[in-house]
């Protein structure tokens, strides 16, 4: 990652639109950041963590979205310039405390600034939602950048606005702009100096101030349409009177750009680009509605633009302009998953009735044909070496040795894996951030309808901390019958290895106080197991044991493993690991190759040729875990690293 | 600011997750925009952190900044670290003129391992790829960066025969900042990779 503050105004940077978005804020004079990890929003905290000392900023992970916007909230109010960034799940959990600051303001403080990043086609989501309509629902004037540059520029206006109406202001980037890069041209870096006093004669917003939060909500929402009605976010390109008007935001608008260039129709279609989401900036929409018969809405993720502005359009009356709409109403646009530049080719050649060909038929055809045969399916599962691997093959085992018909649930981040071929199918459920404890408590008080299936609830060490522990204080109280696992490998992995308190390490890489996991479970006064899931008999003995515990609550168990990728940063691998041919039976073993069919770490393959099982010593990491697999023991590990040959050397010696 | 084969241009940087093709297309798209040109970097990845494909979307331009994704049967250049994978963009991107450089080292899916699929003949893929496109280099980056050391420099010696295949503006002393500010403890080791891959188009 870059060094985001550079002195070097008119410098062109290669930047990642949440890279941009950082700089924006060093270019607004930000003082204060907080966040909690979520793709595709993770790397605008790091980016600016990693200069918050030289610039004087302050720059955190907080548990959990809801503490890193009130955070914000409470550094703006004062006087400290601020910002909470999140992915849209991270909005949903904040969003109680959104709907009371956007009501009440900052008190005349820093300005405060909510970026937020929607996942289109929810890659790296548990679902696919589109934030703007919080924007709506509460009266938050939004920005939406429609590339890379203007993601920085949008970044630090957004100050300025925020302080002039003194609200709450949001930034939605989707991830084809947040994670994606693009050109960026830097601007001056601020001097602004940052100097926190909370000011005791501030106008008070609370319950019975005399004027109504809602009504102060709109006249805010007003006074920001005045503003976007002449925002330089907002431009049109095209011919003056165009056959078919685009309205485009966000990616989109680069989507929609590409497919008139490639239909060649600049001079017969127009897109008229908002960057003001809300609210919309309605005068200049009717301006360019009464230039065109035909308007094709393109927007990621709802109709969100394309409702609102047909609900405008209708207002206007019979004397207003009255274009065909087309969009995802229409089905010329899906009405879900990411847009990209073909379904942008796709609408408009529909509208202008144009047929579009990419390429020759007959190389569709040999090439079709082709990948018919070898294009394989690849699907997704667990590093090699990955602890949650051997967690999973221990609870896998357990299940099935208790033989009641158990399962667990899943929770976000890598182990959700654990629905899979990669966590060998044991997980059930999985949902939001902390549903993996919280659903499992649920099920853990059926008891008096007759379910006597044994649970398995599973969080993540960072999701533990961001939303484990009220579900499992309250299945302590009310007495619920379940075993939660937490996955801890030390870092919350799949966003990148963002530090969590139980690491102890702050995002500006200074040692906060570590609050350990075990500490918060042992002070409800239940049970804790702790294993090294590596240890897989031991594993899936105590695995077992808690499961049966006729304890009157829930027991935890704490899978404590490195996450293979994090040591890997840091280390070589700890073993050489090999398939001695001669043991391996292959297909005669009777094991049903349960290295490669089952068990399915990447790092084992199987070879036709031999019939044997073989590591693939460019993927494998060197766990040696695959070692305690094979009944046959033709898995061979050969210590590399000093530490791992002594511990070896005290295991065969005792 | 030199004038580019194509205006805009398109590649795909596509590995399975794990070979480290990001850092391929990140050297690439800085160097570019150093010299001047207008790049978009987007990607495509699968949630889990191994097993699925990684798709790198390049695209570059004197004038424009284009859409982050490369529309179907529009690519102009495919780097693919493994040849089923280079298979997979040509099916969805690939067209009569697409160049294609592809790192022959089979990586094998869960599916393959496990669940019932199997990988198919190396030899068949790869006289498919050349058989469809314009041009095919062929490059050993996984062999050649086990013999620098470590499998995972596959990525630069791709950098390198990219660059020394002329298909890119760039040169050698276009690379060398970006490797160095990317690889600051590695410079060499990197550079060597890099240099590797130049040569290997060059033979």
């Known amino acids: ?654 | 600011m030199k004038a580019l084969m194509k205006d805009p241009l398109s590649l795909i940087v596509i590995g399975v997750a794990g070979q480290g093709n990001v850092v391929t297309s990140y050297l690439i798209c800085n160097a570019l925009v150093r010299e001047g040109y207008l790049v978009t970097f987007g990607q495509s990845y699968p949630p889990q952190q191994r097993g699925g494909s990684v798709i790198n979307y390049i695209r570059v331009s004197t004038e424009i900044q284009t859409s982050p994704i490369i529309p179907e049967g529009r690519a102009d250049v495919i780097v693919a670290m493994e040849p089923v994978e280079a298979m997979r963009m040509l099916n969805q991107y690939g067209n009569p003129d697409v160049i294609t450089m592809v790192n022959p080292r089979p990586i094998q899916a869960i599916d393959t391992t496990g669940l019932g699929v199997e990988y198919p003949s190396l030899d068949k893929i790869m006289e498919d790829i050349r058989g469809l496109s314009a041009r095919t280099w062929v490059v050993n980056a996984t062999e050649e960066a086990q013999k620098l050391g470590n499998a995972i420099m596959a990525n630069v010696v791709l950098v390198g025969a990219l660059v020394g295949s002329g298909v890119l503006p760039l040169d050698r002393k276009s690379m060398e900042p970006v490797i160095a500010e990317r690889f600051p403890k590695a410079v060499e080791l990197n550079m060597s990779a890099f240099d590797r891959g130049v040569e290997l188009v060059k033979q």
């Open chain 1, 1 to 654: 990652m870059p060094d985001i503050d550079i002195d070097a105004p008119g410098t062109t940077l290669l930047l990642m639109g949440n890279e941009a978005i950082a700089r924006g804020a060093l270019e607004a004079g930000v003082g204060f950041v907080s966040s909690y990890p979520g793709t595709p929003s993770s790397e605008i905290l790091p980016a600016l963590a990693g200069v918050a000392k030289r610039r004087g900023l302050y720059a955190e992970w907080a548990i959990n979205e809801m503490l890193a916007m009130m955070n914000a909230a409470a550094a703006s109010m004062a006087g400290v310039r601020s910002m909470a960034t999140m992915k849209q799940n991270g909005t949903n959990v904040a969003l109680d405390f959104i709907a009371t600051q956007i009501a009440r303001g900052q008190r005349g403080g820093g300005g405060l600034v909510l970026v937020n990043c929607d996942d289109p086609g929810q890659r790296n989501s548990p679902n696919e939602q589109d934030t703007r309509h919080v924007a709506k629902m509460l009266g938050i004037p939004m920005l939406e950048p429609g590339d890379f540059q203007e993601a920085k520029d949008m970044t630090k206006w957004l100050y300025d606005l925020s302080e002039e109406l003194d609200c709450l202001v949001m930034l939605r980037a989707v991830a084809k702009i947040a994670h994606t890069s693009g050109n960026v041209t830097l601007g001056e870096l601020s001097k602004r100096e940052h100097k926190a006093h909370f000011p005791l004669d501030a106008p008070i917003m609370a319950p019975g101030s005399p004027m109504m939060p809602h009504a102060r909500v709109l006249q805010k929402v007003e006074m920001a349409k005045e503003k976007f009605e002449s925002s330089l976010f907002n431009r049109y390109i095209g011919p003056d009177k165009p056959e078919l008007l685009i309205i485009a935001c966000g990616a989109s608008w680069l989507h929609a750009m590409e497919a008139v260039r490639i239909l060649q129709l600049q001079d017969r279609v127009g897109a008229l680009k908002l960057g003001t989401i809300w609210p919309l900036p309605e005068k200049l929409i009717e301006e360019y509605l009464g230039k065109s018969d035909q308007v094709l809405f393109m927007e990621e993720v709802d109709p969100f633009v394309e409702g609102n502005v047909m609900e405008f359009a209708a207002s206007l009356g019979p004397v207003g302009p009255r274009p065909v709409f087309y969009g995802k109403r229409s089905g010329h646009v899906p009405a879900f998953g990411e847009l990209n530049p073909d379904a942008a080719i796709r609408a408009v050649a529909k509208v202008m009735d144009i047929t579009y060909q990419p390429r020759p038929a007959d190389y569709s055809k040999r090439v079709q044909a082709a990948s018919e045969k070898e294009v394989i399916l690849r699907s997704g599962t667990l590093c090699a070496g990955c602890p949650h691997r051997a967690s999973y093959w221990a609870i896998h085992k357990a299940l099935k040795l208790d033989g009641r018909d158990g399962f667990a649930t899943a929770d976000n981040g890598c182990m959700g894996a654990g629905a899979g071929a990669g966590g060998f199918y044991v997980a059930k459920i999985a949902g939001a951030m902390g549903s993996g404890a919280g659903l499992a408590d649920g099920l853990g008080k059926l008891g008096q309808f007759g379910f006597d299936q044994p649970v398995i609830g599973g969080l993540g060490d960072s999701t533990f901390y961001h939303a484990g522990i009220p579900a499992l204080l309250s299945a302590v109280w009310n007495r619920s019958n379940f075993t939660l696992i937490i996955y801890d490998n030390s870092a919350t992995a799949m966003t990148g290895f963002q530090p969590h308190p139980g690491t102890g390490m702050t995002a500006m890489g200074e040692p906060g106080k570590a609050v350990s996991i075990e500490d918060i479970c042992c002070s409800f006064g239940i049970r804790v197991e702790i294993c090294d899931p590596f240890e897989l008999d031991k594993t899936t003995d105590t695995v077992l044991d808690v499961l049966r515990d006729e304890a009157n609550g829930p027991r935890v168990v704490i899978m404590r493993h490195e996450c293979e990728l994090q040591r890997a940063r840091r280390e070589k691998p700890p073993y050489k690991v090999y398939v001695d041919p001669d043991k391996c039976l292959g297909e005669n073993c009777g094991c049903d190759r349960l290295c490669t069919r089952i068990f399915r770490c990447p790092g084992i393959r199987w070879n036709e040729e031999t019939g044997k099982a073989e590591i693939d010593e460019i993927t494998c990491s060197g766990c040696g875990l695959c070692v305690d697999i094979c009944p046959q023991g033709a898995i061979t590990k050969e210590a590399l690293v000093p530490e791992a040959k002594e511990l070896e050397e005290e295991i065969v010696g005792r």
